[in-house]
């Protein structure tokens, strides 16, 4: 699942979207973005003191933040105000957004912390990877199953799956946090998506790590060591 594909046919309803913040800074959308991710990463951690329809607000503020994501970029480029510098923030930024909302549900209680600490690394394997193209000179890399929108899109999915799970449904006697056992283990949602984001993260790192080795010269491109000197010829007897 690749989101990026698709860009072309969303395009008029992301174009709707942008026009009314054009006048914003990029750097003040970024800024609105991570707090919102920050937001749901504290509503996933009170999920689990609190109550688990928290997660409702939870898959609101993940979309709304994945929205503000794509709106900063397309502010930028519409009005000309791309910069090294403001590249760099929004890199930044999105992986602080990574961690808020993966470390807020590993301390939730509704998923497997062991879990999501490999899920995380793999999400972070996966962007690293994604932008060492770009520093190696061979352009940003998005190949592969799980790009940053995909992941903010399952997850705010995953959320109101998990509310509509906890809800009080006639058949359901009490609130169970474990909807599914697989070869005796029982899982959540989260936990499926961690298990995804696992297996699709490091088959993403793999893809963008071969892309990027093909499209890397073989050589350095640097002249070669001079030979070493010749052996000086022997002295007459």
Same mark, same amino acid.
């Given at each position: 699942?690749?989101?990026?594909?698709?860009?072309?046919?969303?395009?008029?309803?992301?174009?709707?979207?942008?026009? &009314?913040?054009?006048?914003?800074?990029?750097?003040?959308?970024?800024?609105?973005?991570?707090?919102?991710? +920050?937001?749901?990463?504290?509503?996933?951690?009170?999920?689990?003191?609190?109550?688990?329809?928290?997660? @409702?607000?939870?898959?609101?503020?993940?979309?709304?933040?994945?929205?503000? $994501?794509?709106?900063?970029?397309?502010?930028?480029?519409?009005?000309?105000?791309?910069?090294?510098?403001?590249?760099?923030?929004?890199?930044?930024?999105?992986?602080?957004? $990574?961690?808020?909302?993966?470390?807020?549900? #590993?301390?939730?209680?509704?998923?497997?912390?062991?879990?999501?600490? @490999?899920?995380?690394?793999?999400?972070?394997?996966?962007?690293?990877?994604?932008?060492?193209?770009?520093?190696?000179?061979?352009?940003?890399?998005?190949?592969?199953?799980?790009?940053?929108? $995909?992941?903010?899109? @399952?997850?705010?999915? #995953?959320?109101?799956?998990?509310?509509?799970?906890?809800?009080?449904? &006639?058949?359901?006697?009490?609130?169970?946090?474990?909807?599914?056992?697989?070869?005796?283990?029982?899982?959540?949602?989260?936990?499926?998506?961690?298990?995804?984001?696992?297996? +699709?993260?490091?088959?993403?790192?793999?893809?963008?790590?071969?892309?990027?080795?093909?499209? @890397?010269?073989?050589?350095?491109?640097?002249?070669?060591?001079?030979? &070493?000197?010749?052996? &000086?010829?022997?002295?007459?007897?």
């Amino acid at each position: 699942m690749v989101l990026e594909q698709y860009r072309a046919r969303l395009a008029p309803y992301i174009d709707q979207w942008v026009r &009314p913040w054009l006048s914003w800074s990029p750097a003040a959308l970024s800024a609105i973005g991570i707090a919102l991710l +920050a937001a749901a990463g504290v509503f996933e951690y009170l999920s689990g003191p609190i109550s688990p329809y928290l997660f @409702l607000p939870v898959a609101v503020l993940i979309f709304a933040g994945g929205a503000f $994501d794509v709106l900063d970029g397309e502010v930028a480029r519409r009005t000309r105000r791309t910069s090294a510098r403001g590249d760099f923030l929004d890199h930044v930024l999105d992986r602080y957004g $990574d961690v808020f909302l993966v470390l807020g549900l #590993a301390v939730s209680g509704f998923s497997i912390p062991w879990l999501a600490l @490999l899920a995380l690394v793999s999400l972070l394997l996966a962007s690293y990877m994604g932008t060492q193209g770009q520093a190696l000179g061979v352009g940003r890399v998005y190949r592969g199953l799980l790009s940053r929108a $995909d992941r903010l899109l @399952l997850l705010s999915a #995953a959320a109101f799956l998990e509310f509509l799970f906890v809800l009080p449904w &006639p058949w359901e006697s009490r609130l169970s946090l474990a909807h599914f056992t697989i070869v005796g283990v029982s899982l959540t949602v989260f936990d499926l998506l961690f298990v995804y984001f696992v297996v +699709a993260g490091q088959w993403t790192v793999l893809s963008r790590a071969r892309q990027i080795w093909a499209a @890397l010269p073989a050589a350095s491109g640097l002249p070669p060591p001079p030979p &070493p000197p010749a052996a &000086p010829p022997p002295s007459p007897p």
